[in-house]
């Protein structure tokens, strides 16, 4: 079956920095638009950032832009989430999300597969 494993959260201290993994399994990773959300509590689900088949597109919301870089290796199946200077407001859960029709949709409605998530906690 599908599978992403998230991994790479922790905490950190404001201005810090982090990189994210997330491993998929269970599908051809190359046919699949991948994103990063993150759900801090209380909250809905909010998107971060979105990467197109090949790696070569990327698409970010202003409150990520400029401080987040997404990526992708295709040969090891895996996506990650760079994040410098990061701010408390960055305290999240942290999803990695899969899906073929949509690349830089910022609903999380149009995402098939989700992995488990991350917390990631930016102390100030």
């Known amino acids: 079956q599908v599978q992403l494993v998230e991994s790479g959260g922790g905490l950190v201290q404001a201005g810090g920095s982090l990189r994210l993994s997330c491993a998929a399994s269970?599908?051809?990773?190359?046919?699949?638009?991948m994103a990063w959300f993150r759900q801090a509590p209380g909250k809905e689900r909010e998107f971060v950032a979105s990467?197109?088949?090949?790696?070569?597109?990327?698409y970010y919301p202003d409150s990520v832009k400029g401080r987040f870089t997404i990526s992708r290796d295709n040969a090891k199946n895996t996506v990650y989430l760079q994040m410098n200077s990061l701010k408390p407001e960055d305290t999240a859960v942290y999803y990695c999300?899969?899906?073929?029709?949509?690349?830089?949709?910022?609903?999380?409605?149009?995402?098939?597969?989700w992995g488990q998530g991350t917390q990631v906690t930016v102390s100030s």
């Open positions: 269970g599908l051809t990773f190359n046919n699949y638009y």
């Open positions: 990467i197109n088949w090949s790696g070569d597109t990327t």
């Open positions: 999300g899969a899906n073929t029709q949509h690349w830089s949709s910022a609903n999380p409605r149009d995402y098939i597969y």
